[in-house]
């Protein structure tokens, strides 16, 4: 239906220190999602803070990470969890899909964890996986466990600021990066064991209505996190393809970001001084790589 999309070729600008990586050892995330495989680290949750400096979370080891300007990576906060998407709440808070313990806020100053929202209707999450803050303090965020086209019973909420928590979908298999589109108008979410980027469309009233793949991919293991960039683009991160795929607003595929190291592109940001720069999680080699937007001039 499309043509391919053109290469960019992203760059690796930042890769986690040798004594910050946890060689030989496993965790309980790594014996069930990697097959019980040792790994040093698997990093995810990408985030600028107030100050313009990247933040990025390591799931099985329970760690954040902060990337100086100059590509040094230091570790800013450990914890028993299991941390995956991660957003600023305001200086120095920020709110944690936490895969263990649900929904958490850091607060860094304070160098603590407390629960956000962990046991709606006093039952346990099956597993949240990333989170999305709109502008009017309303929380998005995906609870994916061990859902998949086995088991598509994977949720999607809405958490309000007024603290009505509301169950959008239970129908996804396996639902990952959450976003809001540029126009407010609609949810996206990577429905991962799909390979599809569902479309969620908000009622005024509130709730859902309408829901439909609005873009389907192959390959890999299925999209990973989504970020919105300029001119209302969706990036989508395709681990296993060492991809990020750049779609208009529309759904026409722009531009294919290629890693140069590494297969696991998990997550991305935009930031840079226009907004055109994304900034991507490798997982293999916890490596950090970023590519630059060309200006788009198409339709």
Aim: aromatic fraction near 8%; charged fraction near 15%.
């Amino acid at each position: 239906m499309f043509s391919a999309p053109p290469i960019l070729r992203a760059e690796q600008i930042a890769t986690l220190p040798v004594h910050l990586r946890r060689q030989g050892q496993t965790a309980p995330w790594l014996q069930v999602q990697q097959r019980g495989r040792q790994a040093h680290s698997f990093i995810e949750g990408p985030a600028f803070d107030e100050a313009g400096r990247l933040l990025f979370t390591d799931i099985p080891y329970g760690r954040i990470f902060r990337m100086q300007a100059g590509g040094q990576v230091e570790l800013v906060f450990e914890y028993d969890g299991e941390p995956n998407g991660l957003k600023s709440l305001a200086p120095g808070r920020w709110l944690i899909a936490d895969h263990k313990h649900g929904i958490l806020l850091l607060d860094l100053e304070q160098g603590r964890v407390t629960p956000h929202c962990d046991r709606p209707l006093l039952e346990r999450f099956k597993g949240v996986n990333d989170l999305y803050l709109a502008a009017d303090g309303t929380l998005y965020f995906t609870d994916q466990g061990q859902t998949g086209l086995h088991d598509p019973t994977g949720r999607v909420y809405q958490l309000p600021p007024d603290g009505r928590l509301q169950c959008l979908l239970d129908n996804v298999p396996s639902p990952n990066g959450v976003v809001l589109e540029a126009s407010g108008e609609a949810l996206l979410v990577a429905a991962t064991r799909a390979n599809q980027v569902w479309r969620l469309p908000l009622l005024l009233g509130g709730g859902v209505s309408k829901v439909g793949a609005f873009i389907n991919l192959s390959g890999g293991v299925g999209p990973d996190g989504l970020a919105i960039g300029p001119d209302g683009c969706i990036a989508v991160c395709h681990p296993g393809l060492a991809s990020v795929w750049i779609f208009s607003r529309h759904g026409e595929p722009l531009w294919r970001v290629v890693s140069p190291v590494g297969r696991m592109t998990t997550n991305c940001v935009f930031g840079g001084a226009d907004g055109r720069t994304l900034y991507i999680t490798e997982s293999d080699t916890a490596s950090i790589v970023s590519a630059t937007l060309p200006v788009h001039t198409g339709p």
